[in-house]
């Protein structure tokens, strides 16, 4: 069993920045593929970014490339997500989870924090 705990989330402006972090415990964190995802209310969850167990190889939506930065520090046994000039429509509940192999949609990810809000003012 793996517990996932998100924090960083809150109130920002347009244009800001804010820094997520998804801490673990339980099984070992370095086996696992880490995403974020996001939801935001009346929509589907949806795929934000991935990365691969040693941290070498990262994946992004196309909505966030160039802005998201996925990140982890396996001793540590966490996973960020750096989130740099966000968008209204980005307000969301923002979720970690974790994979036993490389996963790009929900399903596919074995457990899931609990999400942590991210509200971005206009």
């Known amino acids: 069993q793996v517990q996932l705990v998100e924090s960083g989330g809150g109130l920002v402006q347009a244009g800001g920045s804010l820094k997520l972090s998804c801490a673990t415990s339980?099984?070992?964190?370095?086996?696992?593929?880490m995403g974020w995802f996001r939801q935001a209310p009346g929509k589907e969850r949806e795929f934000v970014a991935v990365i691969s167990r040693s941290g070498a190889s990262t994946f992004y939506a196309n909505s966030v490339k160039g802005r998201f930065t996925i990140s982890r520090v396996n001793a540590e046994n966490t996973v960020y997500l750096q989130m740099n000039s966000l968008k209204p429509e980005e307000t969301a509940v923002y979720y970690c989870?974790?994979?036993?192999?490389?996963?790009?949609?929900?399903?596919?990810?074995?457990?899931w924090g609990q999400g942590t809000q991210v509200t971005v003012s206009s």
């Open positions: 989870a974790a994979s036993l192999r490389v996963a790009l949609l929900a399903d596919e990810y074995d457990y």
């Open positions: 339980g099984r070992t964190f370095s086996s696992y593929v």
